[in-house]
């Protein structure tokens, strides 16, 4: 199944515990594509018990697609990504590193730990719809998943 052709909405999680950029990410999802449910949860912990449905996300929907920022309390993003690595439940979900870091080590590192892609967080809202045009292009369009 292509992510584009889902006839449901695109399930979305962003690990953000920035409150401007979930506030900058939200506004561009709404610019750049409709039929996105974001969730949203504030630090490594969290996105882990999100993503295994853990306690009071037991009911929620796996995400399609996370997007993650590495600076984060309690797990940093590598940390983050890592168990998603070693989770054989997890590790399908295609990871979008989101972050200020212009570290080509936390580059390097995210990719090592199965990041699909990593970008350098936009400043402006402009740049930041171009960016989450991108990622719905690349991410939600053209890659394919497995049926459920």
């Known amino acids: 199944m292509s992510l584009g052709e889902a006839t449901q909405p695109i399930e979305m999680l962003l690990v953000e515990d920035n409150p401007g950029d979930v506030r900058l990410t939200t506004e561009a999802l709404k610019e750049a594509e ?6 949203v949860v504030a630090d490594g912990v969290e996105a882990l018990a999100f993503l295994r449905k ?4 037991a009911d929620s929907a796996r995400p399609h697609l996370a997007l993650l920022d590495l600076n984060l309390p309690k797990k940093n993003g590598h940390e983050v990504l890592e168990e998603i690595q070693f989770d054989a439940e997890l590790r399908g ?5 989101l972050t200020t870091s212009r570290s080509d080590n936390d580059f390097r590192r995210a ?3 199965g990041a699909s892609y990593c970008l350098t967080k936009p400043t402006d809202l ?7 045009e991108s990622i719905q292009s690349i ?5 394919r998943l497995p049926d459920d």
């Open 139 to 143: 991410c939600l369009t053209a890659t």
């Open 34 to 39: 409709q039929g996105i449910n974001l969730s």
């Open 126 to 132: 402009d740049s930041f719809i171009q960016v989450m």
């Open 93 to 97: 979900i295609p990871v979008v590193v």
């Open 54 to 57: 853990q306690g009071k996300y």
């Open 111 to 113: 990719y090592e730990l």
